[in-house]
T-cell receptor, first 113, second 113 residues
Framework: NAGVTQTPKFQVLKTGQSMTLQCAQD?????MYWYRQDPGMGLRLIYY???????DKGEVPNGYNVSRLNKREFSLRLESAAPSQTSVYFC????????????FGSGTRLTVV | TQLLEQSPQFLSIQEGENLTVYCNSS?????LQWYRQEPGEGPVLLVT?????EVKKLKRLTFQFGDARKDSSLHITAAQTGDTGLYLC?????????????FGKGTKLSVIP
Protein backbone atom coordinates (compact mmCIF):
# COMPACT_ATOMS: atom_id res chain seq x y z
CA ASN A 1 0.00 0.00 0.00
CA ALA A 2 1.28 3.46 -0.90
CA GLY A 3 -0.64 5.14 1.95
CA VAL A 4 -0.41 8.93 1.61
CA THR A 5 1.61 10.26 -1.31
CA GLN A 6 2.78 13.87 -1.47
CA THR A 7 4.36 15.66 -4.41
CA PRO A 8 6.75 17.31 -4.82
CA LYS A 9 9.22 16.37 -2.06
CA PHE A 10 11.22 19.58 -2.42
CA GLN A 11 10.43 22.96 -3.93
CA VAL A 12 12.05 26.39 -4.06
CA LEU A 13 9.84 29.35 -4.93
CA LYS A 14 10.47 33.03 -5.38
CA THR A 15 8.36 35.44 -3.34
CA GLY A 16 5.07 36.03 -5.13
CA GLN A 17 5.07 32.79 -7.11
CA SER A 18 2.23 30.33 -6.79
CA MET A 19 2.20 26.57 -6.51
CA THR A 20 0.01 23.63 -5.58
CA LEU A 21 1.06 20.82 -3.27
CA GLN A 22 -0.57 17.54 -4.18
CA CYS A 23 -1.71 14.82 -1.81
CA ALA A 24 -3.40 11.50 -2.54
CA GLN A 25 -4.37 8.58 -0.28
CA ASP A 26 -5.35 5.07 -1.29
CA UNK A 27 -6.83 3.88 2.02
CA UNK A 28 -10.41 5.03 1.41
CA UNK A 29 -10.13 7.45 4.33
CA UNK A 30 -12.82 10.08 4.78
CA UNK A 31 -10.83 12.88 6.42
CA MET A 32 -7.73 14.62 5.10
CA TYR A 33 -5.52 17.33 6.59
CA TRP A 34 -2.73 19.72 5.78
CA TYR A 35 -0.18 20.61 8.47
CA ARG A 36 2.96 22.68 8.47
CA GLN A 37 5.90 21.90 10.70
CA ASP A 38 8.34 24.59 11.80
CA PRO A 39 11.22 24.38 14.29
CA GLY A 40 10.02 25.17 17.79
CA MET A 41 6.38 25.42 16.65
CA GLY A 42 5.40 21.81 16.20
CA LEU A 43 2.74 20.71 13.73
CA ARG A 44 0.06 23.29 13.03
CA LEU A 45 -3.15 22.59 11.14
CA ILE A 46 -3.68 24.69 8.02
CA TYR A 47 -6.89 23.24 6.56
CA TYR A 48 -8.80 20.02 6.80
CA UNK A 49 -11.54 18.16 4.98
CA UNK A 50 -13.78 16.04 7.19
CA UNK A 51 -15.35 14.36 4.19
CA UNK A 52 -15.48 14.64 0.43
CA UNK A 53 -17.02 17.97 -0.54
CA UNK A 54 -16.20 19.83 2.68
CA UNK A 55 -13.22 21.90 3.77
CA ASP A 56 -12.58 23.95 6.91
CA LYS A 57 -9.91 26.28 8.22
CA GLY A 58 -7.46 25.16 10.83
CA GLU A 59 -5.16 27.13 13.07
CA VAL A 60 -3.06 28.90 10.37
CA PRO A 61 -5.08 29.19 7.12
CA ASN A 62 -4.00 32.64 5.94
CA GLY A 63 -2.21 32.60 2.59
CA TYR A 64 -3.47 29.13 1.64
CA ASN A 65 -6.38 27.57 -0.19
CA VAL A 66 -7.38 23.94 -0.51
CA SER A 67 -9.40 21.72 -2.82
CA ARG A 68 -10.84 18.32 -1.98
CA LEU A 69 -10.89 17.08 -5.55
CA ASN A 70 -12.41 13.70 -4.70
CA LYS A 71 -12.20 11.23 -1.85
CA ARG A 72 -8.57 10.41 -2.64
CA GLU A 73 -7.07 13.82 -3.34
CA PHE A 74 -6.62 16.98 -1.26
CA SER A 75 -4.45 19.78 -2.63
CA LEU A 76 -2.97 22.84 -0.95
CA ARG A 77 -2.38 26.01 -2.97
CA LEU A 78 -0.16 28.98 -2.21
CA GLU A 79 -1.39 31.84 -4.38
CA SER A 80 1.43 34.29 -3.66
CA ALA A 81 4.24 32.67 -1.71
CA ALA A 82 5.94 34.58 1.11
CA PRO A 83 9.17 33.76 3.00
CA SER A 84 7.04 33.10 6.11
CA GLN A 85 5.61 30.10 4.28
CA THR A 86 8.99 28.38 4.21
CA SER A 87 8.24 25.16 6.04
CA VAL A 88 7.76 21.43 5.77
CA TYR A 89 4.21 20.58 4.76
CA PHE A 90 2.55 17.32 5.69
CA CYS A 91 -0.65 15.84 4.37
CA UNK A 92 -2.47 13.28 6.51
CA UNK A 93 -5.61 11.20 6.30
CA UNK A 94 -7.81 9.42 8.81
CA UNK A 95 -10.67 6.96 8.81
CA UNK A 96 -13.36 8.71 10.85
CA UNK A 97 -15.02 5.53 12.04
CA UNK A 98 -13.14 2.98 14.08
CA UNK A 99 -9.50 4.00 13.88
CA UNK A 100 -8.47 7.39 15.18
CA UNK A 101 -4.88 7.56 14.03
CA UNK A 102 -3.58 9.72 11.24
CA UNK A 103 -1.49 8.39 8.38
CA PHE A 104 1.00 11.01 7.23
CA GLY A 105 2.77 11.51 3.95
CA SER A 106 6.53 12.00 3.89
CA GLY A 107 6.26 15.76 3.48
CA THR A 108 7.12 18.57 1.08
CA ARG A 109 10.02 20.82 2.04
CA LEU A 110 9.24 24.28 0.67
CA THR A 111 11.64 27.20 0.63
CA VAL A 112 10.48 30.67 -0.40
CA VAL A 113 13.28 33.09 -1.25
CA THR B 1 -7.31 25.51 20.88
CA GLN B 2 -6.23 23.02 23.51
CA LEU B 3 -2.50 23.06 24.21
CA LEU B 4 -0.26 20.08 24.83
CA GLU B 5 3.09 20.61 26.52
CA GLN B 6 5.79 18.00 26.13
CA SER B 7 8.83 17.58 28.33
CA PRO B 8 11.68 17.39 28.06
CA GLN B 9 12.23 19.09 24.73
CA PHE B 10 15.53 17.28 24.17
CA LEU B 11 16.86 14.07 25.68
CA SER B 12 20.19 12.40 25.05
CA ILE B 13 20.85 9.07 26.71
CA GLN B 14 23.14 6.06 26.44
CA GLU B 15 21.93 2.85 24.88
CA GLY B 16 20.42 0.57 27.53
CA GLU B 17 19.11 3.35 29.76
CA ASN B 18 15.46 3.90 30.60
CA LEU B 19 13.60 7.15 29.97
CA THR B 20 10.20 8.78 30.35
CA VAL B 21 8.73 11.64 28.36
CA TYR B 22 5.64 13.56 29.36
CA CYS B 23 2.68 15.19 27.68
CA ASN B 24 0.53 17.55 29.75
CA SER B 25 -2.51 19.74 29.23
CA SER B 26 -4.97 21.68 31.34
CA UNK B 27 -7.75 20.39 29.07
CA UNK B 28 -9.45 17.04 28.81
CA UNK B 29 -8.97 14.96 25.68
CA UNK B 30 -11.23 12.20 24.42
CA UNK B 31 -8.19 10.34 23.15
CA LEU B 32 -4.47 10.83 22.95
CA GLN B 33 -1.97 9.51 20.47
CA TRP B 34 1.78 9.14 20.34
CA TYR B 35 3.75 9.38 17.12
CA ARG B 36 7.43 8.93 16.25
CA GLN B 37 8.99 10.96 13.48
CA GLU B 38 12.34 10.28 11.87
CA PRO B 39 14.28 12.90 9.89
CA GLY B 40 12.83 13.52 6.43
CA GLU B 41 9.70 11.49 7.13
CA GLY B 42 6.20 12.08 8.38
CA PRO B 43 5.08 11.07 11.88
CA VAL B 44 4.11 7.43 12.34
CA LEU B 45 1.41 6.45 14.82
CA LEU B 46 2.63 4.35 17.76
CA VAL B 47 -0.47 4.10 19.94
CA THR B 48 -3.87 5.57 20.75
CA UNK B 49 -5.18 5.70 24.34
CA UNK B 50 -8.81 6.52 25.05
CA UNK B 51 -9.66 5.53 28.63
CA UNK B 52 -8.46 7.39 31.72
CA UNK B 53 -5.80 5.32 33.50
CA GLU B 54 -5.22 3.14 30.44
CA VAL B 55 -1.80 1.55 30.02
CA LYS B 56 -0.63 0.13 26.69
CA LYS B 57 2.60 -1.67 25.93
CA LEU B 58 4.36 -1.88 22.60
CA LYS B 59 7.45 -4.05 23.10
CA ARG B 60 9.82 -1.86 25.20
CA LEU B 61 7.49 1.17 25.08
CA THR B 62 4.83 1.73 27.75
CA PHE B 63 2.17 4.40 27.29
CA GLN B 64 -0.08 5.67 30.06
CA PHE B 65 -3.12 7.96 29.89
CA GLY B 66 -3.80 9.96 33.03
CA ASP B 67 -6.90 9.22 35.08
CA ALA B 68 -8.35 12.64 34.26
CA ARG B 69 -7.42 12.31 30.57
CA LYS B 70 -5.31 15.48 30.72
CA ASP B 71 -1.85 13.95 30.54
CA SER B 72 0.11 11.01 29.23
CA SER B 73 3.55 9.51 29.50
CA LEU B 74 5.77 7.34 27.35
CA HIS B 75 8.35 5.14 29.05
CA ILE B 76 11.07 3.38 27.08
CA THR B 77 12.95 0.51 28.73
CA ALA B 78 16.52 -0.29 27.67
CA ALA B 79 16.65 2.28 24.90
CA GLN B 80 18.20 1.30 21.58
CA THR B 81 19.72 3.48 18.86
CA GLY B 82 16.68 2.67 16.72
CA ASP B 83 14.52 4.58 19.22
CA THR B 84 16.16 7.85 18.16
CA GLY B 85 13.62 10.30 16.77
CA LEU B 86 11.08 12.99 17.55
CA TYR B 87 8.23 11.80 19.77
CA LEU B 88 4.99 13.70 19.40
CA CYS B 89 1.84 13.48 21.46
CA UNK B 90 -1.46 14.58 19.95
CA UNK B 91 -4.88 14.99 21.51
CA UNK B 92 -8.34 14.78 20.04
CA UNK B 93 -11.06 17.03 21.44
CA UNK B 94 -14.33 15.40 22.40
CA UNK B 95 -17.69 16.27 20.93
CA UNK B 96 -18.74 17.46 17.53
CA UNK B 97 -16.04 18.44 15.08
CA UNK B 98 -13.49 16.18 16.69
CA UNK B 99 -11.63 15.70 13.43
CA UNK B 100 -8.66 17.78 14.46
CA UNK B 101 -5.62 16.69 16.40
CA UNK B 102 -3.68 19.14 18.53
CA PHE B 103 0.02 18.29 18.57
CA GLY B 104 2.63 18.96 21.19
CA LYS B 105 5.97 20.35 20.04
CA GLY B 106 7.71 17.06 20.61
CA THR B 107 10.59 15.48 22.49
CA LYS B 108 13.72 14.92 20.43
CA LEU B 109 15.38 11.74 21.65
CA SER B 110 18.95 10.77 20.82
CA VAL B 111 20.16 7.34 21.90
CA ILE B 112 23.94 7.13 21.84
CA PRO B 113 25.64 3.76 21.25
Amino acid sequence: NAGVTQTPKFQVLKTGQSMTLQCAQDMNHNSMYWYRQDPGMGLRLIYYSASEGTTDKGEVPNGYNVSRLNKREFSLRLESAAPSQTSVYFCASRKTTGGRGYTFGSGTRLTVV
Amino acid sequence: TQLLEQSPQFLSIQEGENLTVYCNSSSVFSSLQWYRQEPGEGPVLLVTVVTGGEVKKLKRLTFQFGDARKDSSLHITAAQTGDTGLYLCAGSESGAGSYQLTFGKGTKLSVIP
